[in-house]
């Protein structure tokens, strides 16, 4: 025996020249169970011959033939399914940031694993830039004095009141999740009305020169009146568009005694 053979009639492994300690004779390799993996089969071959599992393991191999040691014995696993017919569904998810479904959910059916499956990719909603308006109106309703009127510039007909709209608009920058459809404000509301005459923008609903009635002053429910004119009126308070808004305009006689 040279140095460092396996002698498979000793429990040790034995060297020339050192006094070899008797042991428990070996005269097989042990059963042994494969790596159970679920839903399969274990397929053994030893030496290229097909064995059979006893109660799960691998029959113990002889290590003789006769009297004489056997060749080397080679064992070979694999594994087949055990339900070759069966056929499974994978499910992929293409989920945002919180863990929510967004769309596109795909099913494949395939014909190996064991058990249904799925996969979360992670995605991102597209969010996209915009402007948001909004209009704003004023009106101012004028009521003519007694014996007073004013005369439609198109029908020319005469009237005991006039209505004039001023809208004003404004604007702010928003984004938009477009598989949610939310929209969140990403900038002030700004004025977005350029003054004809001035190719400025108009902040505020500007003053008005009101139309005179000889021997009546104007009145106001809102704002106030100088020299004949409507105050101006703001656009934007606190961050926000102002909502519409009318303004009544009434006339009060100088001398209400007079003809008394």
Known sequence: MTAGDYNPWQSVT???????????AATEFPAFKPTPVEGYTPVVTVNGGAVKLVNGEVPAQSALNGKDLTKDINVNISYKLTNPDAT?????NYVDADGKPAGNIGTVIINFGVKDSSQNIPVTH????????????????ITAPEG???????????????????KLQVARLVTTDEFTGEVTPAGDWKANTVDDSTKQLLTEFPERSLPTFKGYT???DKGTITDGKLSSFPLIKNGQPVQDFTVKITYKSNNPDYGK
């Open 148 to 166: 007073g009127d004013f005369v439609d510039n198109q029908t020319k007909e005469h009237k005991s009141s006039e209505i004039i709209p001023v």
């Open 218 to 220: 104007p009145q106001t």
């Open 88 to 92: 499974i569904t994978h499910t992929v």
């Open 14 to 24: 034995s060297f020339t020249g050192i006094k070899e300690t008797p042991g428990p």
């Open 126 to 141: 597209n969010i996209v830039k915009s402007y948001e308006y909004k209009d704003v109106t004023e009106t101012i309703n």
